[in-house]
């Protein structure tokens, strides 16, 4: 399939991966985008609001990867900014990044996605919804990059739980569970964020794990971890994973001590929990750790290792649905399943539908959207091709991911974020373009 720099495109959502896909197609001199965005401000969950309608970051949110390793491509974070920057300071750098590439421009804000459908003739028609306008514009191009953390994954249980039951999607601040015994199930970066918040005023606050995690601190030797973690790329794999555990080892001492189950695989065979603040207050006796619910008995919640707490709140941080509510499933459908599309961007059945984001990365995961985007507008520009046995390349893909991440609906979309963007950076072709400063 051939495409002209005339080609109408659209992209679904103006959060870090929209924005990025708008700025190189900008640079290969695509003119005819149109950027979806459903709020009224760029840069998606980054922008912190209280409204429940909105999957945002919590109040205190800071990025889990180092500024050193997050900036885009060509546009690096202010010399201002600490190691780890707030939202606050992230909604304000995507912001500058759209408005100096000149993607402000191409955004259609306050236009929510209701209907994605593919025509007779191979192109998309796309009704959308502005202040209660509904109308349908036909594309040529399609590319998807509304995120993933938006449809939350509730847990079950038996029995019922008669307090507050509620996903960490809603939690927005610790404010409202002052006082309150509260426990946070799951133990990734968000679960271990919320924890830390809420145990500074809850009256109890508890931390359910069904599993043992490898917790990396922020700063190791006084540096960002991520900045240690780049330096020994050059060490195998089977070398590497023993550094890593040497290193938490020092760093975090024997975690079983304070009530933690020991991790049953590698540092890097699942997604990491970066947080330096869980081990201290579970130190320090304000966050009690509990294993996995076996049922759920009023507001008595019953353990697997036959303890019993009563609580008044129980936040779930247990992920996110992949999910597509424009798409209907026999178009679009990876709600846990695995992700068939080649280098995580391009469907192998629809050649003109793109996706940029839908990662889960070990590393900062807006960069590699980065180097997506430059793939795919390369792509589109007629300097890459994709490869004649994309399903058999897939399936390499997928079975490679089985082989090392643990198994978990979560994992489906994990990638190492140095392998990954090596891969990227491979197929790029060298004569890419480049911005024109």
Excluded at 92 to 121: C, L, W
Excluded at 276 to 305: N, Q, W
Excluded at 320 to 338: A, G, Q, R, Y
């Amino acid at each position: 399939m051939e495409f002209s720099k005339n080609s109408s495109i659209a992209i679904v959502g103006a959060g870090s991966s929209g924005i990025a896909a708008c700025k190189n197609l900008i640079q290969c001199g695509f003119e005819n985008i149109t950027v979806l965005e459903q709020s009224d401000k760029i840069g998606g969950n980054w922008v912190y609001t209280e409204d429940v309608k909105h999957s945002s970051v919590y109040e205190t949110t800071h990025i889990i990867t180092s500024k050193h390793h997050s900036s885009y491509l060509d546009f690096p974070m202010p010399e201002s900014y600490p190691d780890y920057p707030s939202h606050w300071l992230m909604a304000e750098y995507y912001h500058n990044y759209a408005q100096k590439f000149g993607v402000s421009p191409k955004v259609k804000f306050n236009t929510t996605v209701q209907n994605i459908t593919r025509t007779d003739d191979g192109k998309w028609s796309v009704e959308t919804s502005n202040n209660g306008t509904t109308s349908t514009a036909i594309y040529d191009i399609l590319i998807v990059s509304n995120g993933h953390h938006w449809n939350p994954r509730y847990p079950s249980y038996e029995g019922t739980f008669d307090g507050e039951f509620i996903h960490s999607h809603l939690f927005k601040n610790n404010k409202p569970y002052a006082g309150k015994r509260v426990m946070v199930i799951g133990a990734g970066n968000s679960g271990c964020d919320a924890a830390v918040e809420i145990c500074r005023v809850a009256k109890k606050s508890f931390i359910s794990m069904r599993r043992g995690y490898h917790f990396i601190p922020k700063f190791v030797f006084g540096q960002p971890a991520d900045v240690i973690a780049n330096k020994f790329q050059w060490v195998p794999d089977f070398l590497l994973d023993m550094v890593y555990d040497v290193v938490l080892r020092l760093e975090n001492g024997d975690i079983t001590k304070f009530g933690l189950q020991r991790p049953d695989h590698g540092v890097r065979q699942s997604h990491p929990v970066s947080n330096s603040e869980l081990l201290y207050y579970i130190r320090h006796g304000e966050i009690t750790p509990k294993p996995d619910i076996a049922k759920l008995d009023g507001k008595k919640v019953h353990f697997k290792d036959g303890s019993v707490e009563e609580l008044d709140v129980i936040i779930a941080a247990t992920g996110f649905k992949v999910t597509f509510p424009f798409f209907d499933k026999s178009l679009v459908d990876f709600e846990d399943k695995d992700v068939r599309l080649y280098k995580r961007i391009f469907h192998p059945d629809y050649r003109n539908l793109m996706f940029v984001g839908l990662i889960q990365a070990s590393g900062c995961f807006w960069k590699l959207a980065d180097f997506q985007s430059r793939l795919l507008a390369n792509y589109l520009s007629g300097n890459y091709q994709l490869p004649a046995d994309m399903n058999k390349k897939i399936d390499a893909e997928i079975e490679a991911n089985r082989s090392w991440y643990t198994r978990s609906a979560r994992h489906l979309i994990e990638v190492d974020y140095f392998k990954y963007s090596a891969e990227i950076i491979k197929e790029t072709p060298r004569s890419a373009p480049e911005w024109n400063r």
